[in-house]
């Protein structure tokens, strides 16, 4: 079965730039869309990235996702961090027609 | 805009059945496949099913299939969630979510 794997923690200081990674266990991780979804304690998920590297309307453009064939990942970077960028991520593809979540990362902005 | 609602969790004694029901408004519900998420205490988001936008195929986690069921009525725009012989570890909060879009969520405790 494909998996994903996040770090489980990164923390970064207000204003710098931080990148999350998420790595496929086999095959290739660019033959299917990766999306990324935020989840603040206490609330439900929300889109951040989707389809690799597309923001949804409201997202703001310090958020960015990319693939990286060589090492069979993708990663969510946020730039210009903010306090109010705390909060867990996860990243999510697909196994045929299921999806897959990675463990999650706890962003601390500190 | 896009909405999710999801209703139907509660506690419920390990054995029992809960039938979640998820309210979709907002775009053409009949052309979105459809999924469960849930997430329990603490831990991360785990995929529980999914169903296609006519409801002629649907798929499970391993950790529910033979107990859980998902349906949907496209008329009354409306995914559904029944959930058989359920266990302690099911315990969790429920979403329902197509590409892009999340509920809010509902809560299932099974305890006695």
């Known amino acids: 079965n494909f998996m994903l794997t996040q770090p489980h923690s990164v923390s970064e200081s207000p204003g710098k730039t931080v990148t999350i990674s998420c790595t496929g266990s086999s095959g290739s991780i660019a033959s299917n869309y990766v999306q990324w979804y935020q989840q603040r304690p206490g609330s439900a998920p929300t889109t951040v990235i989707y389809e690799d590297n597309q923001r949804p309307s409201g997202v703001p453009d310090r958020f960015s996702g990319s693939i990286d064939s060589s090492s069979n990942s993708a990663s969510l970077t946020i730039s210009g961090l903010k306090t109010e960028d705390e909060a867990d991520y996860y990243c999510q593809s697909y196994d045929s027609s299921t999806w897959v979540f990675g463990g999650g990362t706890k962003l601390t902005v500190l | 805009e896009v909405q999710l609602v999801e209703s139907g969790g509660g506690l419920v004694q390990p054995g029992g059945s809960l039938r979640l029901s998820c309210a979709a408004s907002?775009?053409?519900?009949?052309?979105?496949?459809m999924h469960w998420v849930r997430q329990a205490p603490g831990k991360g988001l785990v995929w529980v099913s999914r169903?296609?936008?006519?409801?002629?195929?649907?798929s499970y986690a391993d950790s529910v299939k033979g107990r859980f069921t998902i349906s949907r009525d496209n008329a009354k725009n409306t995914l559904y969630l029944q959930m058989n012989s359920l266990r302690a570890e099911d315990t969790a909060v429920y979403y329902c979510?197509?590409?892009?879009?999340w509920g809010q969520g509902t809560l299932v405790t099974v305890s006695s």
């Open positions: 979510a197509r590409e892009r879009n």
């Open positions: 907002g775009f053409t519900f009949s052309s979105y496949w």
């Open positions: 169903i296609n936008s006519d409801g002629s195929s649907t």
